[in-house]
C-alpha cells in the first residue's frame, strides 16, 4: 500500500495496556464503578478487506468503552451506522449494542486512541503512543483505499502517522486529500458527536454529501 507502512506488530493493545497511566488509572476506576462495562482498549471494527477506514477519536464512556464496540451505545454511534446502512458500508440493524448483528460491508471503523480519555480529550503523548495501531491497522488491511477522518484530531493524527507535512492537507469539512506515496485519499468530516450535531455544525445532509464522495469514490 505504501511506502510508509510496514510491520507495525498488533493492530489492536492487549486487555490490560499499561502504555498511557492517565487512561490506566480512569479504566482501573471505571471497573469499580461498572464492572458490567467493557472498560478496555476497544479493538477495531469491520469487515474483512475493506476499502474503507473511519477513523474516530476515541472511545466514549457510555458507548464503546462499555459496550465494547466502536461508536455502539451513544449518539454519534446512531447517525454514523444508520448512514453507512444508507450507503452500503453496512447492513442490518444497528441496536446500540454488540450483540445487534449489525456487520459492516466493505468497511472498518477504528479509533485514534483505543482507551476512554478524561473529558474525551487525550494527550498528544496518548495520540502518539496508540499510533503503532493505526499503523498496524492499514498494514493488516491492504485493501483500504479510503480514510473517512472524523475531526481535526483523527485527521491530524493519520496524516502524521504517514509522515504526512499537515499544512499540505488542510482539515475542512467535506474535504477529499491525495496523499502522494501511500495509495490512500482521505476525506474529512466534521464528528458526528451529538454535540456537533445539535448545535447545527454537522447536519445530516453535510454527513450524508461526505459518504455519497466516498461512495464515488469506491463504488
Known amino acids: 500500500m505504501s511506502d510508509y507502512i510496514?510491520?507495525?506488530?498488533?493492530?489492536?493493545?492487549?486487555?490490560?495496556?499499561?502504555?498511557?497511566?492517565?487512561?490506566?488509572a480512569l479504566r482501573e476506576e471505571l471497573k469499580v464503578a461498572y464492572p458490567d462495562w467493557h472498560n478496555a482498549p476497544v479493538p477495531s471494527f469491520g469487515a474483512d478487506a475493506p476499502r474503507l477506514l473511519i477513523i474516530g477519536l476515541a472511545p466514549g464512556m457510555k458507548g464503546a468503552n462499555c459496550t465494547g464496540r466502536p461508536f455502539t451505545g451513544d449518539y454519534a454511534g446512531d447517525l454514523l451506522y444508520q448512514t453507512m446502512i444508507e450507503f452500503?458500508?453496512?447492513?442490518?440493524?444497528?441496536?446500540?449494542?454488540?450483540?445487534?448483528?449489525?456487520?459492516?460491508?466493505?468497511?472498518?471503523?477504528?479509533?485514534?486512541?483505543r482507551c476512554?480519555?478524561?473529558?474525551?480529550?487525550?494527550?498528544?503523548?496518548?495520540?502518539?503512543?496508540?499510533?503503532?495501531?493505526?499503523?498496524s491497522?492499514?498494514?493488516?488491511?491492504?485493501?483500504i483505499k479510503a480514510v473517512l477522518a472524523l475531526g481535526r484530531i483523527a485527521h491530524e493524527t493519520f496524516l502524521s502517522a504517514l509522515?504526512?507535512?499537515?499544512?499540505?492537507?488542510?482539515?475542512?469539512?467535506?474535504?477529499?486529500?491525495e496523499l502522494p506515496?501511500?495509495?490512500?485519499?482521505?476525506?474529512?468530516?466534521?464528528?458526528?458527536?451529538?454535540?456537533?450535531?445539535?448545535?447545527?455544525?454537522?447536519?445530516?445532509?453535510?454527513?450524508?454529501?461526505?459518504?455519497?464522495?466516498?461512495?464515488?469514490?469506491?463504488?
Open 163 to 177: 509522515d504526512q507535512r499537515r499544512a499540505s492537507f488542510a482539515f475542512a469539512h467535506g474535504a477529499r486529500h
Open 6 to 24: 510496514a510491520d507495525h506488530g498488533p493492530v489492536d493493545p492487549p486487555s490490560d495496556c499499561p502504555a498511557c497511566p492517565r487512561l490506566v
Open 88 to 113: 452500503g458500508f453496512a447492513e442490518g440493524t444497528y441496536k446500540a449494542r454488540p450483540d445487534d448483528g449489525l456487520q459492516l460491508k466493505d468497511a472498518m471503523i477504528t479509533n485514534a486512541v
Open 116 to 135: 476512554l480519555p478524561p473529558q474525551n480529550k487525550p494527550t498528544g503523548a496518548e495520540i502518539k503512543t496508540c499510533r503503532p495501531y493505526l499503523l
Open 181 to 219: 506515496g501511500t495509495g490512500l485519499t482521505l476525506f474529512d468530516s466534521y464528528h458526528c458527536s451529538r454535540y456537533n450535531t445539535n448545535t447545527g455544525r454537522l447536519t445530516e445532509e453535510m454527513f450524508h454529501s461526505v459518504f455519497r464522495q466516498i461512495r464515488s469514490f469506491i463504488p
Open 137 to 143: 491497522t492499514l498494514d493488516a488491511n491492504p485493501s
